[in-house]
């Protein structure tokens, strides 16, 4: 088989990387490890930037997502026995919306499927080939059999497990990683959410959210030792523990039932540079990480696709190799200010093992700060609602 990009990886990166360039009529083939119904049962990002929204409307995506997502304005932020609101349209006239990762990624198969573009599924071993010269192929094998697809490009879009940032040598590649001592235990439930906006609540238990997918649908989240087995956690002890770590008046009205989805997971910072080598391109989760405070992950993949889809068509257009060949400068300075974002608020709102009270009373300070400040306000608002591409 020959295509002309092919992509590594069916997660909302890949789709719509595909959907951007089948538009501009650029041919790719995308290769999936797993199934459809597979990715569509990870439950994951909630909050959608406004960059990313438009990049939706854009691939002609927007309707459901108008209709059925909701737009916050700001965000609650709670510690000890108070809670205030940072209000993003006043701040930087922004907004963020709520609008699941599933969802987005459902939009995405759907639009693929009407263009007719292909996607196959259950590839094992993807392997990819000669990325520094100018014919560059991916080999994976389905049903038994090896396969080839020659190709002009390749885009790495295969999460932080995949195959396609290990191809780029060690020698080359510079890797950054911050571990954090915990993790996040998150239930989906379907009952009303306890508030309209988000809760992020700073308590000295460890860290609370309170999150949504829609009105029947509730996302809560509490910081957890990476020692906890999500076994070990009944519905029971989640309510209880949510309870105590957000304020009264949205413990004593919280409404729970049974967890549809429970799980943990861990919390990291995680940067590899360069993102392109010869005529492969990382994006997304396959080439940085950050932690979910602050949503900024599917956002991140977003600007990646927009910054590697304009690169392509100019070139395929006849415009130049301006845009691919800084592709990796342009996406990292933004991924860099976004993981500087996540690792704030990370340390803002978690508690840390060896944090002492001296961290403790700092930590204090700066929700004091970000209170009484509205510049300091200004600066969460610009930095959530997220940064311009
Ligand atoms: P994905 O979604 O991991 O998709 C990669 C795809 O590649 C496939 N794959 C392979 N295919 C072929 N060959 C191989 N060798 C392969 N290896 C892997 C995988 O099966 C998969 O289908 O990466 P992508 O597309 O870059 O998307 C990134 C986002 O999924 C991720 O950044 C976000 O989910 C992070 N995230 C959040 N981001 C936000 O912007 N807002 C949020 O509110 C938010 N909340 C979250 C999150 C992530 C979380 N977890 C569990 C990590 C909350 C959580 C709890
Ligand atoms: C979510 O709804 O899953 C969510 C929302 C905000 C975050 C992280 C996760 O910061």
Not at 47 to 56: A, K, Q, S
Not at 99 to 118: C, H, I, K, S
Not at 375 to 382: F, I, K, N
Request: aromatic share 10%; glycine share 8%.
């Amino acid at each position: 088989m020959r295509t002309q990009v092919c992509i590594i990886g069916a997660g909302p990166s890949g789709l719509l990387l595909g959907q951007l360039l089948h538009l501009a009529g650029i041919e790719t083939i995308i290769i999936e490890r797993k199934t459809k119904d597979y990715v569509l049962g990870r439950i994951r990002a909630g909050v959608l930037e406004t960059g990313m929204c438009n990049l939706l409307r854009k691939v002609g995506l927007g309707t459901r997502m108008d209709a059925e997502g909701f737009v916050h304005d700001g965000t609650l932020i709670a510690a000890a026995d108070r809670m205030f609101r940072v209000d993003f349209k006043e701040r930087v006239n922004q907004t963020v919306m709520v609008y699941g990762q599933t969802e987005v990624t459902r939009d995405l198969y759907t639009a693929r499927e009407t263009a007719g573009a292909p996607i196959i599924y259950d590839a094992d071993g993807v392997t990819l080939h000669d990325v520094t010269t100018d014919a560059p192929y991916v080999t994976y094998i389905k049903d038994g059999t090896e396969h080839r697809v020659t190709c002009d490009y390749i885009a790495g879009c295969d999460g932080f497990h995949g195959a396609s940032r290990p191809t780029i040598p060690s020698s080359v590649r510079k890797e950054f990683e911050k571990v954090y001592p915990f993790g996040w235990l998150g239930v989906l439930s379907e009952t009303p959410p306890v508030n309209h906006e988000l809760i992020y609540a700073n308590h000295a238990r460890g860290f609370a959210l309170c999150s949504m997918r829609n009105q029947a649908l509730s996302r809560y989240y509490v910081q957890v030792p990476l020692s906890d087995k999500v076994e070990n956690w009944t519905d029971q002890m989640f309510w209880d523990e949510l309870r105590r770590r957000i304020p009264q008046d949205a413990a004593d009205t919280l409404v729970t039932g049974d967890s549809i989805e429970k799980s943990i997971a861990p919390l990291r910072s995680f940067i590899s540079e360069p993102m392109r080598w010869g005529r492969l391109f990382l994006v997304g989760d396959a080439a940085h990480i950050v932690p979910p405070t602050g949503a900024k992950g599917l956002n991140l993949a977003a600007s990646d696709v927009h910054y590697l889809s304009e690169g392509l068509i100019a070139l395929y257009h006849g415009d130049g190799d301006e845009g691919i060949e800084r592709y990796s400068q342009k996406a990292l300075a933004r991924v860099w200010k976004a993981s500087r974002f996540s690792w704030w608020m990370t340390s803002l709102l978690h508690k840390f093992p060896d944090q002492g009270d001296f961290g403790q009373r700092i930590q204090e300070a700066e929700i004091d700060y970000l209170e009484s400040s509205l510049v300091a306000q200004t600066s969460l608002a610009e930095n959530y609602v997220g940064l311009p591409y």
